[in-house]
C-alpha cells in the first residue's frame, strides 16, 4: 500500500539503436509496457515520417480484417478466439497457416500476411460479386413468376366481372370529363387498353399509387397484389415485402409519366405476352420456373463456397488483428525517433525507474540476436526534464478505485493518491448511507457473484454496463459488505429491528400483550452495567419506540458531522504531507498549518465536544444536584457515581454529596462542580447552541461540560481568527520578499537599463499570487462550513432509505396479511417489486452519487490538484485491449 500512496517513479531515458534491430526492439519493449516514447519528429506530419509507408500497409490490412469480420457477422459466426492477450504478447511472431514457429521479421510478416489476406480477400471479394449477381437475377425470376400469376389470375377472374359491370349499368351522364373505363363502351371502336406490369416495395405502395393518380389525372386504372415470401436485397442482404402491380392506361403521353414514376420508385417492370394467348402464358411460366429452380441450386452453392470460406477465416481473423495491432504499434513508435546518424535511431520517453534495467537488457539482446557490431546505449537524459507522467501500478482490487479517482483527475506526479484513502472510505460512506441488512446482502452476494464468475468474464466481451459492473467488482462487493455492517450498527433489516442478542429493556405486561402507548420501558440491567449494554449496534428495542425517529436523527447526525470533520482535516493533513514530500516550507507553514489551526480549533473542536458528551455519565452529575429523601428508596442508589455523604435532613433533603436543601437552591448551588454556566457543569448542553455561542457569544458557555470549557473556547477562537489573515497574507508577503531579492548580473552595468523593464511583470505576477491566495483562503474557511453541512447528507440518505422501506413494508405487506391469501400474495408482490426497482437500483445509485461527490469535492478538494499527466505506455496488450472495447 505504501507504494500505492505514491505513483512510481520515472526516469528521462534516451536510447540509440541501430535501424536494423529497431522492430525487434520496439517488440520486446512492447511486451513490457513499462515506457512511454516522446515524439522527436513534432514538426514532421504523418505522411512525413520514415516508416509512413510501412503504417498504410498495416491500415490497409486492418481494413481488408474488417472485411472479413463483417462477413462473417453475415453469418452469424463466433470468432475463433486467439487465446489470452497475455499470451499472445508473449508469443513469437507467427503467421497463421505456417508449422514453424520460427520468428520473422516485420517486413517479412507484413509481406506475408498481404499475400495470404490479398488472396483470401479476392476469393471472397469475387463471391461477393457473384452473389450479388445471382441474387439479382434470382429476384427478378421471382418476381416475373409472381407478376405473371397475378397477372393472369386478374385476367381471368377480375378482368370479365369488370367488363360484365359496364355493360350492365349502360352508359352514365357524368359531364364531359368522364374517365376511360367509366366511358360508354361502344363496340364500333377498339377500347383495348394497355398496361404497365412490375413489381414496386410494400412499404412504398401508398405513395407509388398517390403519384400515379396525380400524374395521370386519375385516368389510369391500378391494381396491387402482395407477394407472400419476402424478396432478399442483393446489395444490403436485408429482407424486403414486395408488391405487384399492374396499370392500365390509353394514351403514349401517360405511358411516358409511368415509367419515370416506376423508376423514381425503383419499380422493376416486366413486360409479359397477351393475356388472351393462354398457351404462350403457361409456356412463359414452365420456362421460368425450371429457370428459378436452376438460378436457386447455384444460389445455394455459392453461399455455401462463401459459408466454408468465412469459417475458415473466423479461425484466424482474430489473431490476424492482434498481430497487425502489433506491427503498427511498432511502426507508430518508431515514427516517433529521429534519424540523427545514418543507420541508427535515436529515441527518448519515460521509463518506469525500477524497470530501467530491463529496458536495458532488453535493447542490449534484440542487438545480441541481429549479429549487430554497433553498440545500443541507453542512458539519463540531463535534466531539466518534461512534467514526468504518472503511473499507478494496480491489481484487480485497486484498479476500480484508481480508475474512480482518475475520472475526476490525475493524480501529479508522486502527489499522494486519493485512491489509497477512498479504497476504505467510499465503501464505508456508501454503508452508512445505505446501511441495511438485508438490502447489504443483496448487494454482497452481487459482488461475490462477479468475482465468482471474473474468470468468465475476462476471457469473454461484455457489454459497456456489464464491463463496468465487472471491473468494480470488489468496489460492489465492499459496498455490500459496508452496507451490512452499517445495518447491523442500526439494527435494520428490511425497517425491521432483529433481537441478535436479546434487548436491554423491557415494558411492564409485554410478556401479556398489555402493552399500550404511552408506556415506558424499563432497563433490565442496573444503567452503566455491562450487563445494560447492547452487546453490537442499537438496541432493536428503538425500532418501537416512540421517540425512535428523533433518537436515530440524533445518532445519525452526529456520526455524519464526525466522519466529515475527520476525513476533510485527513485531507488538509494530506497537502501537508505533499509539501514536505515536494519541500515546500512556504506551503507547509504558510498554508497548511494555518488551515490545521483553524480545522482544529472550530472543528476538531466540535468532534471532541461530541464523544465528551457520549462519555460523561449525565445520570450520576444530574443526580449530584438534585436533592433526595435520605430515608427514600433512591438515597444511596448507584445512579451517583461516588461516596453518599451523611445528611441531617430539613425537610427538603440532601445532595448525594452533602448540601442541606431548603427548598430556596438553584441547580448553580447544588452542583458540586463548579464549572459556571446555568447548570455549573451538572446538566447536559445542547452542542448546537454551544457551538453557535463560541463565535457569537465569546467565554459564555450556558451548560460547561469541563473546568474552564469558556477560557480554552477562547482561546480556540482567536487561533482561528489568527491564523486566517496568516494564510491569507503569509505566503505572497514571503514570495514578493524571494522575488525581489537582489541578484549581481555581470550585463547590467553595459545593458544600461538594468531592470526596469521587469518592474511591471512582477507586480503582475505578485497580483496573481495574491488573487490566487485570496481565492484558495476564502474557499478553504467557508469550505469548512458548507463540507461539514454537505456531509449530513450521510444522515439524510439513511433517514430516507430506512423511511422508505418502512413504509413499502408496512403499506404493502402489514396492511394485506391479514386480509387473506390472495392479497398477503399480491402483496408480497408489490412490496418485493418496489423494493428491487427503488430501493435496490435507485437508492444503490443514489448513495453512490452522493459517495462519489463527497470524495470528490469535500475530501480531495483539500489537497488533490488533479492536473497530472497520465501515463500512456507503449504496451501491446493495452493496445489489444483498447482495441476490443
Not at 59 to 86: P, Q, W, Y
Not at 763 to 779: C, L, S
Request: aromatic share 12%; with cysteine.
Amino acid at each position: 500500500m505504501a507504494r500505492w500512496f505514491r505513483s512510481e517513479p520515472m526516469d528521462y531515458i534516451s536510447f540509440i539503436v541501430n535501424e536494423d534491430a529497431a522492430h525487434d526492439c520496439l517488440g520486446d519493449l512492447g511486451k513490457m509496457g513499462v515506457i512511454q516514447f516522446t515524439d522527436l519528429n513534432p514538426d514532421l506530419t504523418p505522411f512525413q515520417r520514415r516508416y509512413v509507408s510501412y503504417v498504410k500497409r498495416c491500415d490497409e490490412l486492418e481494413r481488408k480484417l474488417r472485411f472479413f469480420t463483417n462477413e462473417i457477422e453475415k453469418f452469424d459466426l463466433d470468432m475463433v478466439s486467439a487465446g489470452t492477450v497475455d499470451t499472445f504478447v508473449n508469443s513469437p511472431s507467427l503467421v497463421s497457416g505456417t508449422s514453424d514457429a520460427t520468428k520473422r521479421s516485420g517486413s517479412q510478416l507484413l509481406e506475408s500476411m498481404e499475400g495470404e489476406l490479398d488472396q483470401y480477400e479476392s476469393q471472397l471479394r469475387e463471391l461477393n460479386n457473384y452473389s450479388e449477381k445471382l441474387t439479382k437475377e434470382y429476384n427478378e425470376k421471382v418476381e416475373l413468376q409472381e407478376v405473371l400469376e397475378k397477372a393472369r389470375r386478374f385476367f381471368m377472374t377480375d378482368a370479365p366481372r369488370l367488363a360484365v359491370s359496364e355493360l350492365t349499368s349502360g352508359p352514365r351522364a357524368t359531364g364531359n370529363s368522364a374517365g376511360l373505363l367509366e366511358s360508354e363502351i361502344r363496340p364500333d371502336l377498339d377500347m383495348r387498353f394497355s398496361s404497365i406490369t412490375g413489381v414496386v416495395s410494400t412499404e412504398e405502395k401508398v405513395r407509388f399509387e398517390r403519384m400515379v393518380f396525380r400524374a395521370t389525372r386519375g385516368n389510369c386504372y391500378i391494381r396491387f397484389a402482395p407477394i407472400k415470401q419476402p424478396i432478399t436485397d442483393p446489395e444490403s442482404g436485408v429482407m424486403i415485402e414486395k408488391s405487384v402491380f399492374i396499370i392500365f392506361y390509353k394514351s403514349e403521353s401517360i405511358e411516358t409519366k409511368l415509367k419515370k414514376i416506376c423508376d423514381a420508385f425503383s419499380a422493376h417492370r416486366y413486360s409479359l405476352p397477351d393475356m388472351d394467348d393462354s398457351a404462350s402464358v403457361d409456356k412463359m411460366l414452365t420456362e421460368n420456373a425450371q429457370e428459378l429452380v436452376d438460378s436457386r441450386t447455384i444460389l445455394l452453392k455459392n453461399q455455401d463456397t462463401r459459408y466454408r470460406l468465412c469459417q475458415l477465416l473466423c479461425k484466424h481473423t482474430e489473431r490476424w488483428t492482434w498481430i497487425v495491432l502489433r506491427e503498427k504499434a511498432v511502426y507508430h513508435s518508431l515514427n516517433m525517433f529521429k534519424a540523427d546518424v545514418s543507420g541508427m535511431l535515436r529515441g527518448e520517453g519515460w521509463v518506469v525507474a525500477d524497470s530501467l534495467d530491463t529496458v536495458r537488457e532488453a535493447v542490449e539482446r534484440a542487438h545480441a540476436n541481429m549479429d549487430l557490431t554497433m553498440p545500443s546505449l541507453v542512458d539519463h537524459v540531463p535534466q531539466p526534464w518534461p512534467t514526468p507522467p504518472t503511473h499507478f501500478i494496480t491489481n484487480k482490487f485497486t484498479y476500480a478505485y484508481q480508475e474512480f479517482v482518475n475520472t475526476y483527475g490525475i493524480p501529479r506526479y508522486r502527489e499522494a493518491n486519493p485512491a489509497l484513502f477512498t479504497a476504505a472510505t467510499f465503501p464505508f460512506l456508501f454503508g452508512v448511507m445505505y446501511g441495511d441488512i438485508g438490502h447489504g446482502l443483496f448487494l454482497l452476494i452481487a459482488g461475490l457473484c462477479l468475482i465468482w464468475n471474473e474468470k468468465a468474464n475476462d476471457n469473454s466481451k461484455l457489454g459497456e454496463l456489464s464491463e463496468g459492473m465487472h471491473a468494480g467488482r470488489y468496489m460492489i462487493t465492499m459496498m455490500g459488505f459496508f452496507a451490512v455492517y452499517a445495518g447491523m450498527i442500526y439494527n435494520d433489516c428490511f425497517s425491521l429491528g432483529i433481537n441478535f442478542f436479546g434487548t436491554r429493556f423491557a415494558f411492564e405486561g409485554q410478556e401479556d400483550g398489555e402493552v399500550e402507548e404511552g408506556d415506558v420501558a424499563a432497563q433490565s440491567a442496573e444503567y452503566g452495567s455491562a450487563e445494560s449494554v447492547y452487546p453490537f449496534g442499537l438496541d432493536p428495542i428503538w425500532h418501537v419506540t416512540s421517540n425512535e425517529l428523533l433518537f436515530f436523527n440524533s445518532f445519525k447526525m452526529k456520526l455524519s458531522v464526525v466522519f466529515g470533520i475527520l476525513q476533510m482535516f485527513s485531507g488538509t493533513l494530506l497537502k501537508g504531507c505533499n509539501a514536505i514530500y515536494f519541500r515546500e516550507p512556504l506551503d507547509f507553514f504558510y498554508e497548511v498549518v494555518p488551515m490545521v489551526i483553524f480545522a482544529a480549533s472550530m472543528f476538531i473542536y466540535m468532534v471532541f465536544l461530541i464523544f465528551l458528551k457520549w462519555c460523561i455519565n449525565w445520570n450520576s452529575r444530574m443526580m449530584s444536584a438534585t436533592c433526595v429523601d435520605p430515608y427514600g428508596d433512591s438515597w444511596g442508589s448507584s445512579a451517583y457515581v461516588g461516596d453518599w455523604a451523611q445528611c441531617n435532613d430539613n425537610g427538603y433533603g440532601c445532595t448525594p454529596w452533602g448540601l442541606v436543601c431548603d427548598g430556596s437552591e438553584t441547580t448553580v448551588d447544588k452542583c458540586p462542580l463548579d464549572y459556571g454556566g446555568d447548570g455549573d457543569g451538572c446538566q447536559p448542553p445542547n452542542l448546537i447552541t454551544t457551538l453557535i455561542n463560541i463565535a457569537l457569544n465569546p467565554g459564555n458557555v450556558d451548560e460547561p461540560m469541563y473546568n474552564g470549557q469558556g477560557q480554552i473556547q477562547n482561546v480556540l477562537l482567536i487561533c482561528a481568527f489568527i491564523s486566517v489573515p496568516v494564510l491569507l497574507l503569509a505566503k505572497p508577503y514571503f514570495l514578493s520578499q524571494k522575488a525581489h531579492t537582489p541578484v549581481e548580473h555581470h550585463g547590467d552595468d553595459e545593458d544600461g537599463n538594468g531592470h526596469g523593464g521587469d518592474d511591471h511583470d512582477e507586480d503582475h505576477g505578485f497580483g496573481e499570487i495574491v488573487i490566487h491566495q485570496a481565492i484558495e483562503t476564502i474557499e478553504f474557511v467557508l469550505g469548512m462550513v458548507s463540507n461539514t453541512a454537505s456531509y449530513l447528507r450521510l444522515w439524510a440518505l439513511s433517514l430516507a432509505h430506512s423511511e422508505l422501506a418502512t413504509v413499502f413494508w408496512e403499506k404493502a405487506m402489514l396492511s394485506t396479511l391479514n386480509i387473506n391469501f390472495f392479497a398477503a400474495f399480491l402483496g408480497y408482490g408489490i412490496f418485493a417489486g418496489v423494493t428491487l426497482g427503488v430501493l435496490l437500483m435507485m437508492d444503490v445509485l443514489e448513495c453512490f452519487l452522493h459517495a462519489l461527490r463527497l470524495h470528490w469535492v469535500e475530501f480531495q478538494n483539500k489537497f488533490f490538484k488533479a492536473d497530472g499527466i497520465r501515463f500512456a505506455p507503449y504496451s501491446f496488450k493495452q493496445i489489444i485491449k483498447d482495441a476490443n472495447a
